[in-house]
Structures are given as C-alpha cells and as structure tokens.
C-alpha cells in the first residue's frame, strides 16, 4: 500500500516537472527580440549622423545672452574590447559653425550596446541612455556610474546639471516628422524638475532604424529672488540646447 502512495506521488510530481519544462520552453521561444527595442539605438562601424546644435548661454548674472547655431556630426568608429571584456564602439566627433566650413574633430567618445541596455561616455561621463525591451512607463537610473553633484563650467560659471535626473521612457510608438516623414520613435524624460533657484528639463527621442533624432535640455539656475517669472527671463546662468537630427547614414 505505501509502495503504491509512493509511485502515484512520483508520477504527479514528474507530470508536474514535465509540464513545468514544457512552459518555460514555450515561454523561450515565444521571446521576439525584435520586439526589444534594440533598432532604436542602431551601431554599427561606418555609421553617422549630422545634427544643427543650437544654444543660449546665460552670461553675467543673466544679463546677457549669447545665441549660439552649430553643426554636429557623430560617426561610429572602430570597435575595440574594453577591460570588462565588453565590445565598445569609437565615436568620432566632429564640429563645424557652418555649412560650408570643413569639419573640425573635436573629440571621441564611446558607446556599446548589450542585451539589457545602452550605454554611452561622454566626455568621461558614463550614461545608460535606453534600457530593453522597451516599454512605457519605464523607470530606470541613467546616471547610475556618476555623481551627481559634478560640476561643470558654463560661460565661467559653476552649475551642477545632473541633480535628481530619473529616467522614464514617456512614449514608445510617437510618430515624429523627419525630414517630412513620420517614422516611429521614443521619448525619454531623462529630468523635469524645478525649484526656486533652479530648473532641469532634458528629452531625448529616438526614431526607429536611426538612433537619437532631437535632444532638449534646459539648465538654468537664478537666485530666487523673482519667482513668478518664465525661467528663460530669470534666469542668472547655465544654458538651453536644443539637438536635431537633419542628416544619417
């Protein structure tokens, strides 16, 4: 009798581990990587993109500001393993103040992309710029590899632009105009934050096959002192960028 409780017992728990195997294996295969997201932050040697880069500059306590317009270019260089054992990607960058100028390198930074994340090195600041599979609403920390209390110069300056920075994927599928066609994109809210002596505002959208197609920020810091007024009127220092895609290869 118990030799016979023994065997149905074995037999309902080997059913239930098989049937277990079972669901994780449809699980597995149901998996659509291209579903992820990964298309929306494309690298790959040989690649470019060229953005208009236009700036304010707050200067002397806000009293004047000086109107900058630019050229961008971006292109994806050699890869090269880093000493985590991680394939990273040069990015060559190139600046010019007008159309008929030559381009001008600048600087190189770095970006890699994996299964879980993309990741970009600007000027020796690591930032997680997307995270898959993609998906609204989605919270995550960027700026997980800095401090936030770093500091940097604007018009001889001092400002600290990355305080309280919380990430959110806000759309997934937002049709954006370029170059007279709506492709799909996302955008991230990398920061909306405002208080008395400051406000911090930065957007990225990326479009579908092409990577990043606009990026917003807005860094102002003033005194307090005329709280009820627009912030590009207050403002004393720090700065509004504004990058838009107009060419990629």
Not at 104 to 122: G, L
Request: charged share 30%.
């Amino acid at each position: 009798m118990q030799l016979k409780k023994y065997f149905k017992k074995h037999t309902v728990l080997s059913l239930l581990l098989l049937l277990g195997l079972v669901s994780c294996k449809k699980e597995t295969e149901m998996l659509d990587e291209s579903t992820f997201g990964y298309d929306f932050f494309p690298v790959a040697t040989g690649k470019s993109w060229t953005y208009t880069s236009d700036s304010i500059i707050y200067d002397n306590g806000g009293a004047r500001r000086d109107t900058f317009r630019s050229f961008i270019r971006e292109e994806i260089g050699e890869k090269f393993t880093d000493e985590t054992g991680n394939s990273v990607f040069k990015v060559h960058r190139y600046f010019r103040r007008n159309t008929n100028d030559d381009w001008t390198r600048t600087n190189t930074w770095t970006t890699n992309v994996d299964s879980s994340r993309a990741i970009r090195t600007e000027d020796n600041l690591k930032f997680v710029k997307l995270i898959f599979p993609i998906k609204k609403g989605l919270r995550w920390d960027g700026n997980i590899f800095l401090d936030e209390d770093i500091r940097i110069e604007v018009a001889g300056e001092s400002i600290e632009p990355y305080k309280n920075w919380k990430h959110r994927m806000e759309e997934i599928d937002e049709a954006y105009d370029y170059k007279g066609q709506s492709i799909p994109s996302i955008r991230i809210n990398l920061v909306d934050d405002s208080s008395i002596i400051d406000r911090r505002k930065v957007t990225e959208v990326y479009g579908k096959g092409i990577g990043l197609v606009r990026k917003e920020m807005i860094i102002l810091d003033s005194d307090g002192s005329k709280p009820n007024d627009p912030w590009e009127q207050k403002a004393q220092k720090g700065f509004i960028h504004t990058l838009t895609l107009i060419e990629h290869n």
